[in-house]
């Protein structure tokens, strides 16, 4: 949430917003030094991010300020979503093995010194060539 207010009766809905996270902003009459000086203040005491005199145009510093702050809050938004959405998918089902095909492949991993590549990958690098030599017989008898 973003809360653009002019003064000190503002306070208490400054202090809210910035305790759930959104930004405060404070706006000004550009001719009145005072209320200049109140939004300073402000500023100072860490009540407001940021404040800028009350214009609407695109290319106000008030409008450049918006759009920059609420693309950081729906970016944050979505963040916050992908983040609780992928702690609720669990893993991938994964092929049970026996305590003997486990321990040969934790040996296996440790032997070839690659700790990146998943076991299972692992596994199949050393299957492939029983499966190689498995074949063999096969294809002779078939030519």
């Known amino acids: 949430?973003?809360?653009?207010?002019?003064?000190?009766?503002?306070?208490?809905?400054?202090?809210?917003?910035?305790?759930?996270?959104?930004?405060?902003?404070?706006?000004?009459?550009?001719?009145?030094?005072?209320?200049?000086?109140?939004?300073q203040l402000l500023l100072q005491t860490n009540r407001i991010h940021a404040y800028a005199p009350a214009h609407n145009g695109s290319e106000s510093n008030t409008s450049i300020w918006l759009r920059l702050y609420t693309r950081k809050i729906c970016d944050r938004i979505v963040g916050d979503r992908e983040l609780n959405f992928a702690k609720r998918i669990s893993s991938a089902p994964k092929h049970l093995e026996d305590e003997a095909q486990a321990s040969k492949n934790g040996l296996e991993q440790e032997l070839q010194g690659d700790t990146n590549q998943p076991p299972d990958l692992i596994a199949l690098s050393f299957d492939s060539k029983t499966l190689s030599d498995s074949l063999s017989p096969i294809e002779s008898r078939n030519t």
């Open 1 to 39: 949430m973003i809360y653009i207010a002019d003064g000190p009766s503002d306070v208490p809905g400054f202090s809210i917003v910035r305790k759930i996270g959104g930004k405060a902003y404070g706006v000004y009459k550009p001719s009145n030094d005072a209320e200049f000086a109140q939004n």
